[in-house]
């Protein structure tokens, strides 16, 4: 699977939109970007995922680049309850595929 | 929908005890599951991967006879650490994939494991 590559933390106000960038530059053809995040010591929570396209379901928004090499996780309007560590993973669909966590982006929704 | 859950959700054992750890998956089969580690302030790290009713595939450098795992049906996998020891205290996280659809994996909340 593709490797990514996020920034290390990220501050946003809250009620304001958060845009969390991730680069996947050696995304291949049959592979989707998954997006989760862990709120402090609990287990990872999905969000969305997407192969080509743009997505929105009811927590967030997710935007691909057309060469597929990047994508932005957009959360509307930020809440202090979306502090957490945000994951971009990408994976094939294989059976045997499997999500492989880095490190992530520390979001911090402040007041 | 896609709910999992692990039982028990904080566990404290003495040094050389087993601790088995369930992991369900509430409204949907999960063909495959997958079992995580994760240490304080580290990201979660892959132990092994299950499907139902074959041997389970550890990754490289997680012993197999220490971390048991049973996959006996398709909403339910078990983590054993045998003689456990202070070192393996951890956050474990189980992982369930749908037997259809997308194939997303959805997660448990975890168990701390504290080895005294």
């Known amino acids: 699977d593709a490797k990514t590559t996020q920034p290390t933390s990220m501050d946003c106000a809250e009620g304001r939109a958060a845009n969390l960038p991730c680069n996947h530059s050696?995304?291949?053809?049959?592979?989707?970007v998954y997006w989760y995040r862990q709120i402090h010591s609990q287990g990872p929570q999905y969000i969305i995922h997407?192969?080509?396209n743009n997505e929105t379901n009811e927590m967030a928004s997710l935007i691909i680049t057309e060469d597929r090499k990047s994508s932005t996780l957009i959360l509307p309007h930020a809440t202090l309850r979306d502090t957490a560590v945000y994951y971009c993973i990408v994976r094939g669909e294989t059976s045997g595929s499997r999500l492989t966590f880095g490190e992530g982006t520390q979001l911090t929704v402040n007041p | 929908g896609a709910v999992v859950s692990q039982h028990p959700s904080w566990v404290i054992c003495k040094s050389g005890t087993s601790v088995k750890i369930e992991c369900r998956s509430l409204d949907f089969q999960a063909t495959t599951m997958f079992w995580y580690r994760q240490f304080p302030k580290q990201s979660l790290m892959l132990m092994a991967t299950s499907n139902e009713g074959s041997k389970a595939t550890y990754e490289q450098g997680v012993e197999k006879d220490k971390f048991l795992i049973n996959h006996a049906s398709l909403t339910l996998s078990t983590l054993t650490v045998t003689s456990a020891h202070p070192e393996d205290s951890s956050f474990y996280i189980c992982?369930?994939?749908?037997?259809?659809?997308?194939?997303?994996?959805?997660f448990g909340p975890g168990t701390r494991l504290t080895v005294l």
């Open positions: 050696t995304i291949s053809g049959n592979e989707y």
């Open positions: 997407g192969l080509k």
């Open positions: 992982s369930a994939r749908a037997a259809s659809g997308s194939g997303t994996q959805y």
